[in-house]
């Protein structure tokens, strides 16, 4: 699987972006989909996730209400769209397959990651 994860930017608080994620591969539709995020310093932690169908979406508390999951899995490509950006926002976003334990993917179960995104917020 091979991940390419674009849209990010340097915005204000209070801001929008939309993060895109394009994979490759036949089986893009069965996967469980996630993004995550790293913070200079801090571990990579997981901030959404949503189900290969699109039904089922999970997000961190810290997100939650801010941030939406998406996919179209007839262009291979997971969004996230994020709004009401605070500077704790600021990271490298990343998206990855994996599997929902606890209505969250563990950053450490993840065998693919590809290239991030950087996200920074001002204030």
């Known amino acids: 699987v091979q991940l390419q994860a674009s849209g990010g930017g340097s915005v204000q608080a209070g801001g929008s972006l939309r993060l895109s994620c394009a994979a490759s591969?036949?089986?893009?539709?069965?996967?469980?989909m996630g993004w995550f995020r790293q913070a200079p310093g801090k571990e990579r932690e997981f901030v959404a996730a949503?189900?290969?169908?699109?039904?089922?979406?999970y997000y961190a508390d810290s997100v939650k209400g801010r941030f939406t999951i998406s996919r179209d899995n007839g262009k291979n490509t997971v969004y996230l769209e994020m709004n009401n950006l605070k500077p704790e926002d600021t990271a490298v976003y990343y998206c990855?397959?994996?599997?929902?334990?606890?209505?969250?993917?563990?950053?450490?179960?993840?065998?693919?990651w590809g290239q991030g995104t950087q996200v920074t917020v001002s204030s």
């Open positions: 990855a397959p994996g599997i929902i334990s606890g209505n969250r993917i563990n950053p450490g179960s993840v065998r693919y």
């Open positions: 591969g036949r089986t893009f539709s069965t996967y469980v």
């Open positions: 949503i189900s290969w169908n699109g039904v089922s979406t």
